[in-house]
């Protein structure tokens, strides 16, 4: 499953930003999916950042790791993930 995976992944190294520029989030996104082999063809990266407000553009960008995710993450964010990157 996708989801689960990208979880995983998405915090295997620290990506920590002052401010989120725009693509950033995208652009992190697309590296941990061509780490894990995989292509962003549906652009599962890009709705995932055009979901998020600024703020937590940010935050996301501040996680560290999946603990990370789980304990700080907002409903919002992990409603994109999901919405964004449905079950294969």
Do not use: Q
Request: charged letters at 25%; proline letters at 1%.
């Amino acid at each position: 499953m996708i989801k689960k995976t990208l979880f995983a992944f998405i915090f295997a190294s620290s990506f920590i930003a002052s401010a989120a520029s725009a693509g950033d989030v995208a652009d992190f996104c697309g590296a941990v999916i061509t780490e894990m082999g995989m292509e962003d063809a549906n652009g599962g990266c890009t709705c995932f950042e055009d979901s998020l407000s600024e703020e937590d553009k940010s935050l996301y960008l501040s996680l560290e790791n999946e603990d990370d995710w789980n304990a700080r993450a907002s409903d919002d964010m992990k409603g994109a993930m999901a919405a964004c990157f449905p079950a294969s």
